[in-house]
Nanobody
Framework: VQLQASGGGSVQAGGSLRLSCSAS????????MAWFHQAPGKAPQFVAGISWSGTSTHYADSVKGRFTISRDNTKNMVYLQMNNLKPEDTGVYYC??????????WGQGTLVTVSS
C-alpha cells in the first residue's frame, strides 16, 4: 500500500493550493477516501472525505466553503483544492481511507505553511 500526498508549499493567507494524493496497492475505487490535517504539535484531524464513487463529500466545519475534495478513480488520485487559506491551516496533510485501521499506512504527507 502506498499513499503519497504532494502539492504542499508556502503561501500567504488568502492564497490557494491544490493537494494531490496518489494511491496504490489496494482497490482504490472501492474505498472512501479522506484528507487529514496535522497542525504542529497536535493530533491529526479529519478535514474532508469523499465516497468511493465521488458522489458524496463531507467536510470539517473549519474548512466548509473553502476546501473541495475530489477524486479520479481512473488515475487512483484524490485531490484537495484549498482556497482562502488561513494560518491555522498550516500543518502536514495526509490522505487515506478514514478507517482507523489505515492509520499506520499513512504516507509522509505534504507540508502546508500559511503565513499571515
Amino acid at each position: 500500500v502506498q499513499l503519497q500526498a504532494s502539492g504542499g508549499g508556502s503561501v500567504q493567507a488568502g492564497g490557494s493550493l491544490r493537494l494531490s494524493c496518489s494511491a496504490s496497492g489496494f482497490a482504490f475505487d472501492s474505498y472512501t477516501m479522506a484528507w487529514f490535517h496535522q497542525a504542529p504539535g497536535k493530533a491529526p484531524q479529519f478535514v474532508a472525505g469523499i465516497s468511493w464513487s465521488g458522489t458524496s463529500t463531507h467536510y470539517a466545519d473549519s474548512v466548509k466553503g473553502r476546501f473541495t475534495i475530489s477524486r479520479d478513480n481512473t488515475k487512483n488520485m484524490v485531490y484537495l483544492q484549498m482556497n482562502n487559506l488561513k494560518p491555522e491551516d498550516t500543518g502536514v496533510y495526509y490522505c487515506a481511507p478514514p478507517d482507523s485501521e489505515w492509520r499506520d499506512r499513512w504516507g509522509q504527507g505534504t507540508l502546508v505553511t500559511v503565513s499571515s
